[in-house]
């Protein structure tokens, strides 16, 4: 039971680059997510997928798309990347409904030059 | 929407002491509110939570308060240990925003030998 597993870990793009962000959970949840954490800043939500097929803003969305293409996994784009989405991005998932525990992928740690 | 404001941004306790972060909350319909301690490098993990029915919680070492007229909350940790050290997240949810969680921008607590 390996939780939830993002990659790369570790990714450098040149502005205007795109990449995605892969992510997948094994604990059956419904609920997935992706935040970025800047210093100082907290963990900010970019986009929300309640389940399989439904897709939501968070509170950062500009310059991100995603697709929660089956239960398990929830991938980010960067379509064309910039400077300010230099970021540690982390995905995340939780069982349905209010007060079910969110559980942390280990980041993905983005630089863009 | 909702916003959360935590405070202090650092911290640093001699060991053995007690630390407390608070957070207040402007969204008086959150209900659950729980908090997430980050080792360097590492993913944020859940240590403890409350929700709208309940003012007070504890597990070992920590605790955490509920204020809900006031709208804050606050983390307590007894007997401090090296171990302890870590950056701390509160977050909120309000009972409309499905699972989404807004969280604090972070207390970075250091805990000297």
């Known amino acids: 039971n390996a939780g939830v597993t993002q990659t790369p870990k570790f990714q450098v793009l040149k502005t205007g680059q795109s990449m995605t962000l892969q992510c997948a959970q094994d604990?059956?949840?419904?609920?997935m997510y992706w935040y970025r954490q800047d210093p100082g800043m907290g963990l900010r939500l970019i986009y929300y997928?309640?389940?399989?097929?439904?897709?939501d803003k968070g509170e950062v969305p500009n310059g991100y798309n995603v697709s929660r293409l089956n239960k398990r996994e929830f991938s980010l784009r960067l379509e064309s990347a910039a400077p300010s989405q230099t970021s540690v991005y982390f995905c995340?998932?939780?069982?349905?409904?209010?007060?079910?525990?969110?559980?942390f992928g280990e980041g993905s740690w983005l630089t863009v030059v | 929407g909702e916003n959360v404001e935590q405070h202090p941004s650092t911290l640093s306790v001699q060991e053995g002491d007690s630390a407390v972060i608070k957070c207040t909350y402007s969204?008086?319909?959150?209900?659950?509110f729980p908090w997430y301690k980050q080792e360097l490098g590492k993913r944020p993990q859940l240590i403890i939570d409350?929700?709208?029915?309940?003012g007070e919680k504890k597990d070992q070492r920590i605790a955490v308060t509920l204020n809900k007229t006031a709208k804050h909350f606050s983390l307590h940790i007894t007997e401090t240990q090296p171990e302890d050290s870590a950056v701390y997240f509160c977050?909120?949810?309000?009972?409309?925003?499905?699972?989404?969680?807004?969280f604090g921008g972070g207390t970075r607590v250091l805990v000297k030998p």
């Open positions: 604990m059956n949840h419904n609920s």
């Open positions: 997928s309640a389940s399989e097929g439904t897709t």
């Open positions: 409350i929700r709208s029915n309940v």
């Open positions: 969204d008086s319909a959150s209900n659950y």
């Open positions: 977050a909120a949810r309000p009972k409309a925003a499905g699972n989404k969680l807004t």
């Open positions: 995340a998932s939780s069982g349905s409904g209010s007060g079910n525990t969110i559980y």
